[in-house]
């Protein structure tokens, strides 16, 4: 599951839970395309209630670079930690340690 939260000031909140692969990362990928046509400047992810993520999912959160649109994973579950330390993309995402908590800078 893939939605969006809130958009304003070219900031775009999403919500992603559950399990993500080549079968179910369709919507999330859907919604971070419509972020970058609509020109985000950046997209904060709540990333909490992620329950499995591979390869996938990652290819749909670094998409957004090519954009130039900044990725911000907020409470990233385990699961998602582990794919990101496996894949050595951790430096590409800010992370935040609250769901719906916003870093600056």
Do not use: K, M
């Amino acid at each position: 599951t893939a939605y969006r939260e809130a958009c304003a000031g070219g900031e775009w909140q999403l919500y992603v839970a559950g399990e993500f692969d080549d079968a179910t990362t369709g919507s999330l990928a859907d919604v971070l395309d419509d972020a970058c046509r609509e020109r985000a400047r950046r997209i904060v992810i709540d990333c909490s209630a992620v329950t499995f993520a591979d390869v996938a999912f990652l290819r749909a959160l670094l998409t957004p670079h090519a954009h130039d649109v900044q990725v911000v994973l907020a409470a990233p579950s385990g699961a998602l930690r582990r794919l990101l330390q496996a894949t050595g993309t951790v430096s590409r995402f800010p992370v935040t340690n609250r769901a719906g908590s916003v870093p600056t800078g």
